[in-house]
């Protein structure tokens, strides 16, 4: 499968935090063929292990496979839903945008008529039209508490590149996949972990409890970073189609010194297209990883993407072909 499809297969598979059994179901099928063991934690994450030959380190790979989304809070008496968010929801990105609930409900995003430009960011403003005449009606097909995320979607665009939603983190998972694959039939000397942990757009919970069971010597994140490459973009040295970004630090986390040092080596050696990370606004599991347990020597390896939780995300397939090479070549090397 290519990457393309693999990334779409995963777009295309709704699950917002707290509710990824779906995706997990389908992430379980797609990396079973490259792992020895298989199992789902108590809070949810998946974790697939590739047995080293003995004795060596325990490597852990993580990317999460939640979305951020919204929660019905309150149904009005003519119909509309209003909603809180999940995770760090942009009302103002994802104003009059179609949105799915995890019942397979249709409904459109948008802010009461009278709201004022100051006024979009506020999910108070906003309510979900599913089309319903009346309360009773609303209530055949949604509940309080239920979940609702941006109507999934992919688009090809000029290239390699790609746009829609939720590359974040679909993205993370599908070149954590790639790794799987590459390394399934090399014969390693360390452990191997691939983890697709849950709520991390609600507080980076599934990769701390999951590296806490493992307690591994090393530990990945896969995920998005912005780029500073778009009209009015914060200065920021990454950019679509410059490759790999290794992350030096972001807003919660500063890298292993001597684990960034090893893969950018390991990505000069291999001649692999890279780009050095600082994040300054905005974080990812990696901070958990760092604080499980005992700790772990940290690095990240990031996608470059534009419009971050947007319904238009964009990123370059090329940069995250880069990302797959370069932790299998430094895996091989650990």
Not at 153 to 171: E, N, S
Not at 293 to 308: D, E, L, Y
């Amino acid at each position: 499968m290519t990457l393309y499809n693999t990334l779409k297969e995963l777009c295309l598979c709704p699950s917002v935090s707290g509710r990824e059994q779906k995706i997990r179901e389908k992430l379980s099928a797609m990396v079973a063929p490259f792992c020895d063991e298989l199992r789902t934690d108590a809070l949810g994450s998946l974790i697939a292990v590739k047995k080293g030959n003995g004795g060596g380190k325990k490597i852990m790979l993580a990317a999460h496979m939640d979305e951020i989304g919204l929660i019905v809070n309150y149904i009005e008496d003519n119909g509309m839903l209003r909603v809180a968010p999940i995770g760090w929801f942009s009302f103002e990105a994802s104003a009059f945008t179609r949105v799915v609930s995890e019942r397979g409900v249709h409904g459109a995003l948008v802010p009461d008529t009278r709201t004022k430009p100051e006024d979009f960011p506020k999910s108070e403003f906003f309510y979900i039209d599913i089309g319903a005449k009346n309360r009773k009606q609303a209530e055949a097909k949604v509940a309080i508490g239920d979940f609702f995320v941006g109507t999934p979607v992919l688009d090809k665009l000029i290239g390699t590149r790609v746009c829609g939603r939720p590359l974040d983190d679909r993205i993370g998972c599908a070149v954590v996949l790639g790794v799987a694959e590459m390394l399934a039939d090399e014969k390693l000397e360390n452990d191997v972990y691939y983890v697709f942990s849950v709520q991390e757009e609600f507080g980076r919970k599934g990769a701390l409890t999951s590296a806490f069971a493992i307690q591994p010597d090393i530990a990945l994140c896969f995920d998005v970073t912005g780029t500073g490459d778009t009209p009015g973009a914060v200065p920021m040295a990454c950019r679509l189609g410059d490759g790999a970004a290794i992350k030096v630090r972001d807003a919660s986390v500063i890298c292993d010194e001597n684990v960034v040092r090893a893969i950018c080596d390991v990505a000069k050696e291999c001649n692999i297209k890279h780009q050095r990370e600082v994040l300054l606004k905005g974080g990812t599991d990696t901070s958990s990883l760092q604080m499980a347990g005992a700790g772990a020597a940290v690095g990240a390896i990031s996608i470059p993407t534009r419009s971050i939780h947007s319904g238009v995300e964009i990123c370059d397939l090329a940069d995250a072909e880069c990302c797959i090479k370069l932790a299998a070549e430094y895996i091989k090397r650990a």
